[in-house]
């Protein structure tokens, strides 16, 4: 998906302000908006890497009891399904977004 496609369908879903998007883990299945990820102070791994590795969870990858887990999404298991194309040719995996 292209880029300017991504992000028209996050506003299409969660409006014009994306602290309010929001994605879902791929790992465990856990729902946070960008604000999360910024106040775990994690804006680097914003619909990349789970906001739980940033808020100190111990729950590993599939671990879908509750609560965040520690998933990165430039480990071992790369598991983000959505590709983004970015204007420059590069290719980005990213988190779904949330249903709302």
Same mark, same amino acid.
């Given at each position: 998906?292209?880029?300017?496609?991504? &992000?028209?369908? *996050?506003?299409? !879903?969660?409006?014009? +302000?994306?602290? =309010?998007?929001?994605?879902?883990?791929?790992?465990? /299945?856990?729902?946070?908006?960008?604000?999360?990820?910024?106040?775990?102070?994690?804006?680097?791994?914003?619909?990349?890497?789970?906001?739980? &590795?940033?808020? *100190?969870?111990? !729950?590993?990858?599939? +671990?879908?009891? =509750?609560?965040?887990?520690?998933?990165?999404?430039? /480990?071992?298991?790369?598991?983000?399904?959505?590709?983004?194309?970015?204007?420059?040719?590069?290719?980005?995996?990213?988190?779904?977004?949330?249903?709302?």
């Amino acid at each position: 998906m292209k880029h300017s496609e991504w &992000r028209a369908e *996050g506003e299409r !879903k969660f409006g014009p +302000d994306i602290k =309010g998007w929001k994605f879902v883990c791929p790992s465990c /299945g856990y729902v946070a908006s960008v604000q999360d990820w910024i106040d775990a102070e994690a804006e680097r791994s914003i619909a990349f890497s789970c906001v739980g &590795r940033n808020t *100190g969870s111990k !729950k590993g990858i599939g +671990d879908k009891t =509750g609560g965040p887990c520690n998933y990165a999404g430039g /480990g071992l298991f790369q598991i983000n399904p959505v590709k983004v194309e970015f204007e420059d040719g590069t290719i980005a995996s990213y988190f779904a977004f949330a249903d709302v």
